[in-house]
């Protein structure tokens, strides 16, 4: 299994749309969590940190950790054309402090 | 400009040259990582240092490459005898300590011909 699992994609969603994005991590230890969006040709851009289990609201974009269960997801609310990026999780783990990449979810959203 | 600085953003070199990529990371992080992405695929990270410290240099190749993050200046990524594999998207990130997020420089892009 590795570390930190994504769906590759590519989702894809209509305007306006909830969009969700999954990543489940193996190290039942770790304690940070990140998303990134990356557009084409450009770095990544931190978009939420959730280091406690439950939600975590900022704008359109909600993070849910769910511990126990070793995952943690993206909602985007209200999709928009600008959303279409690939997505990447990134997860501290407990045991060597290591961050750990998924290797993202390619979403797009269809006008 | 008070996010995380690489140069050059695209950097040319003939197969044997010595590529050396500059970041200078945000104002207060003292932890920098270095990642190497080719097109359509994930990042790979390469190295952490902290100021005269290489942290972590597990995703480094063992030959031909070196990173250093000194007491004053940027840290660097060197790459000695390029060779055409070693063309990618190399991003520099910093971050304030252990479960702070990594904040992105735009990337250096390197391509040897």
């Known amino acids: 299994q590795k570390e930190v699992e994504q769906n590759s994609g590519p989702l894809s969603v209509p305007e306006g749309a909830i969009a969700s994005l999954n990543c489940t991590y193996s190290d039942r230890g770790s304690q940070s969590f990140f998303w990134y969006r990356q557009y084409s040709g450009k770095s990544p851009e931190l978009i939420m940190s959730i280091y406690s289990n439950g939600d975590k609201e900022d704008g359109r974009f909600t993070a849910q950790l769910n511990k126990a269960s070793q995952y943690v997801s993206l909602l985007i609310r209200d999709s928009q054309p600008s959303d279409s990026a690939t997505y990447l999780c990134?997860?501290?783990?407990?045991?060597?402090?290591?961050?750990?990449w998924g290797l993202g979810t390619s979403l797009a959203v269809n006008p | 400009n008070a996010g995380v600085m690489q140069n050059p953003r695209h950097l040319v070199r003939r197969r044997g040259q010595e590529a050396r990529l500059r970041c200078s990371p945000m104002?207060?992080?003292?932890?920098v990582y270095w990642y190497r992405q080719l097109p359509e695929e994930g990042l790979k990270f390469m190295v952490y240092?902290?100021?005269?410290?290489?942290?972590?240099e597990s995703g480094m190749p063992k030959e031909r490459f070196s990173a250093e993050f000194p007491k004053e200046g940027p840290s660097i990524l060197r790459i000695q005898q390029v060779v055409r594999g070693d063309s990618a998207a190399y991003f520099c990130a910093s971050s304030t300590g252990d479960n702070s997020p990594l904040h992105f420089g735009n990337g250096t892009r390197l391509t040897v011909t």
């Open positions: 240092l902290q100021k005269e410290n290489i942290i972590d």
């Open positions: 990134a997860v501290r783990t407990g045991n060597n402090r290591k961050l750990i």
């Open positions: 104002k207060g992080h003292s932890h």
